[in-house]
């Protein structure tokens, strides 16, 4: 047993690591040809796995980008339009985080979501402007949903 633990530490994994695949060596009855056939379905079936892994990454990829397209800050209602997720999923994360809180107001129109003092301090919310009813909006910014993104899909 540790004749073939030491063959595989020292002749297969270094293989794995360094061209993806492992080839045993050509035996002496063996012609170029069927060495080639035999490295080409290594490298083969090492691009289809690299190719899997590309697919698997792209929405990843994909949020990263919209992520950093230019905005500085984004409202609130836009932000999981941005993420793919949900709002109410968004308002939860964030209410069980401390981040926002349901505040009724005076009436069932003025009753919002508003950023805590802890969101302020650390920056993952700010006010982006007043609408033409005087409210005050706010969004999440960049480091915001960068913490919003670790939450959605961590926890």
């Known amino acids: 047993a540790k004749v073939f633990s030491k063959w595989v530490r020292a002749e297969v ?3 794995l690591r360094r061209d993806g695949g492992y080839m045993v060596p050509a035996s002496p009855t063996e012609s170029p040809e069927d060495i080639m056939a035999r490295a080409l379905i290594i490298a ?21 980008a919209r992520l950093t397209k230019g905005n500085t800050v984004w409202p609130i209602r836009l932000a999981g339009d941005t ?3 949900r709002l109410v999923v968004i308002r939860k994360v964030c209410a069980h985080h401390r981040i926002l809180r349901w505040d009724k107001g005076t009436s069932a129109s003025n009753s919002r979501w508003w950023p805590t003092k802890k969101a302020m301090e650390l920056g993952l ?3 982006i402007r007043n609408d033409s009813n005087g409210n005050i909006n706010y969004g999440f ?9 670790e939450k959605l899909f961590i926890d």
Do not use: F, S
């Open 13 to 15: 994994l270094p293989a």
């Open 44 to 64: 083969q079936n090492t691009i289809t796995r690299q190719k899997e892994a590309l697919i698997e990454a792209k929405p990843v990829v994909d949020m990263y």
């Open 83 to 85: 993420l793919r997720v």
């Open 125 to 127: 919310v700010e006010k």
């Open 141 to 149: 910014t960049v480091k915001g949903m960068a913490w919003l993104k």
